[in-house]
């Protein structure tokens, strides 16, 4: 019998959403003003081309300019969030609609779309697993 070897995949590096070509204004002022993720300059090879690299401690969102941009609606990270009732309350005070889900792995969570129309998930985290910060 032959053995099948396999990739040995050990994480994510980033997550790469698409944008609107012009509109880097918007992505700073809800990926960083309003999901707190600090942006980071993009390298020299990419500067030029529009979009932005937003990153903080295990989380890394870069976003990249398509000219004939299509949101991403069922394709989406799923971001763990500290208190998700008080992360609900404060979008929803910022005028971001959240979509309440069914909990996943006793996780409360749901939707949420940037300026663009991508949807991301905002799951709790949970302490017990050290999840929490």
Not at 70 to 85: C, I, T
Not at 87 to 107: C, H, I, K, N
Request: charged residues 25%; negative net charge; proline residues 7%.
């Amino acid at each position: 019998m032959e053995t099948k070897q396999t990739v040995k995949v050990i994480g994510i590096h980033h997550v790469q959403l698409a944008m609107p070509p012009n509109r880097e204004g918007e992505a700073r002022a809800f990926y960083a003003g309003l999901l707190g993720l600090p942006e980071v300059p993009k390298p020299l090879t990419s500067t030029g081309q529009g979009g932005a690299w937003f990153e903080s401690d295990g989380v890394k969102i870069h976003l990249g300019v398509e000219l004939d941009f299509r949101a991403a609606r069922k394709a989406h990270p799923a971001l763990l969030v500290k208190n998700l009732d008080e992360t609900v309350s404060m979008l929803l005070a910022s005028g971001v609609e959240f979509v309440a889900a069914e909990p996943l792995d006793a996780r409360p969570r749901g939707h949420i779309a940037d300026p663009f129309g991508n949807q991301i998930e905002l799951m709790e985290a949970l302490e017990s697993s050290g999840e929490s910060g």
